[in-house]
């Protein structure tokens, strides 16, 4: 079955510190990965897709087959990194996304 | 509106009632998705309307779940005889054109509290 996996619920961390949001994953198809981001009293948004190999906001995630990870990291966070991430799973000829449990981020002065 | 609207944005209703959530998508989107995040869980995909092809209700958790989307805009999400379980925030969200790596664009959610 497919699924997503965050393991943390919480990560909390001291500005300028790395940041590494684990995400793993389960599914027999080629995949199509994410991480939402969701700020205090906002909507959920898209950080970053795979497919993009971009870098947004100093994030980045890189798909590693092998291991089923789709981890997110930051070299040094910043205290408005503060939020909650979800790494989500698209399946199907659509983007029928499967969530991950989302891991809160705390970034303390 | 320049983003998914959803309304109300909070809902508190008595165990056996009957709801209604109502979504608006963004102008031009094709796709349109719900979502329900109950308390502690990720976002569980509930449905998915694309254009006039038949929608993907593999997600509606019971028959008391049900939903519509009239004239490839607006949708409505009905519970009937709700329970306490089904309290929750739910979510639509859209998108261009439902492709495997598009953006998807939230609502804010409504949240439905069943007392």
């Known amino acids: 079955a497919q699924r997503v996996t965050q393991p943390e619920k919480l990560l909390s961390v001291f500005k300028g510190a790395p940041v590494e949001l684990k995400c793993n994953y389960s599914?027999?198809?080629?995949?199509?990965l994410f991480w939402y981001v969701q700020y205090s009293r906002q909507r959920l948004q898209l950080l970053l897709r795979?497919?993009s190999r971009e870098s947004i906001k100093g994030f980045t995630a890189d798909l590693n087959k092998g291991e089923t990870s789709f981890h997110l990291k930051k070299p040094f966070a910043q205290e408005e990194d503060s939020a909650m991430y979800y790494c989500?799973?698209?399946?199907?000829?659509?983007?029928?996304?499967?969530f991950g449990a989302g891991t809160r981020l705390a970034v303390h002065p | 509106g320049a983003g998914v609207s959803q309304s109300p944005s909070n809902k508190v209703t008595e165990k056996g009632k009957d709801v209604e959530l109502r979504c608006d998508p963004i102008s031009g989107h094709t796709a349109l998705y719900w979502y329900r995040q109950s308390l502690g869980q990720g976002l569980e995909f509930l449905i998915y309307?694309?254009?006039?092809?038949?929608?993907?209700k593999s997600g509606l958790p019971s028959d008391r779940f049900s939903a519509e989307r009239t004239g490839g805009s607006v949708s409505t999400l009905t519970i009937q005889r709700t329970q306490q379980e089904d309290s929750a925030v739910y979510l639509c969200a859209s998108s261009l054109q439902g492709g495997k790596d598009e953006k998807l664009f939230f609502g804010s959610g409504t949240q439905l509290s069943v007392l």
């Open positions: 599914y027999s198809g080629s995949p199509e």
């Open positions: 989500a799973l698209s399946r199907g000829g659509y983007n029928k996304l499967i």
């Open positions: 309307f694309q254009g006039n092809s038949a929608p993907d």
């Open positions: 795979h497919i």
